[in-house]
């Protein structure tokens, strides 16, 4: 059974850095794309970007809202995604999953970012 | 940034029909846009129903269906349940980049 445990969050003043990690096991992590969704409390959901497998050059897109701040990057003899989130605001208050959709379709539990003074 | 759009809020009957839409400000949703619909409940992750326009996951009941519909993508309910009430969202890709709708609560009562 696969699973995706995201691990990091907390509390972060802003304008400070914090990184997340996804987790996996289960599944052949270096096939896959891995997409980071997050959900502000009370709110919808938000993509914030994707790193495509190493098969596609493992490149990144990012969402508008956190291109130039925020760096998706994978470890595929580990099975792990980061998400590198630099120059924090107080909007950027979440959950935060790691995914892969698709053919396949694994989330992770979610990990609460709280950025606040 | 495109803005995707969804109904906010919609009603059925258990047993019925309804039509959740989801619109682009860039024009008309095509299969390039490979649309996706996820489903939310309270405390949960999402997780997709519909993926590519049409295409269902083993566990996507039969009573949902996804298609092209007066330039939007569409995700259908034929036969409500219950266990279907949930928050809706849909996906659109724009080169490579995803852009959420902000979501559809939908009742069944």
């Known amino acids: 059974e696969a699973q995706l445990v995201e691990s990091g969050g907390g509390l972060v003043q802003p304008g400070r850095s914090l990184r997340l990690s996804c987790t996996t096991s289960?599944?052949?992590?270096?096939?896959?794309?891995m997409t980071w969704v997050r959900q502000a409390p009370g709110k919808g959901l938000e993509w914030v970007g994707f790193i495509r497998s190493n098969v596609y050059g493992g490149t990144t897109e990012y969402a508008a809202s956190v291109k130039g701040r925020f760096t998706i990057s994978r470890d595929d003899s580990k099975g792990i995604a980061y998400l590198q989130m630099n120059s924090l605001k107080t909007e950027d208050t979440a959950v935060y999953y790691c995914?892969?959709?698709?053919?396949?379709?694994?989330w992770g539990q979610g990990n609460l970012v709280t950025v606040s003074s | 940034q495109a803005v995707v759009t969804q109904e906010p809020s919609l009603t059925v009957s258990p047993g019925g029909t309804v039509t959740l839409t989801c619109g682009s400000s860039t024009g008309a949703v095509t299969s390039g846009h490979y649309p996706y619909w996820f489903q939310q409940k309270p405390g949960q992750a999402p997780r997709t129903m519909i993926y590519d326009t049409n295409d269902k996951h083993s566990w996507t009941p039969a009573r949902f269906s996804g298609s092209l519909l007066g330039g939007k993508a569409a995700l259908t309910l034929s036969g409500a349940q219950p266990e279907d009430e949930a928050e809706y969202y849909c996906?659109?890709?724009?080169?490579?980049?995803?852009?959420f709708g902000g979501g559809t609560k939908l009742t069944v009562v």
């Open positions: 289960g599944f052949t992590f270096g096939d896959y794309a």
């Open positions: 996906l659109l890709s724009y080169s490579a980049v995803g852009v």
């Open positions: 995914t892969v959709y698709g053919e396949i379709d694994y």
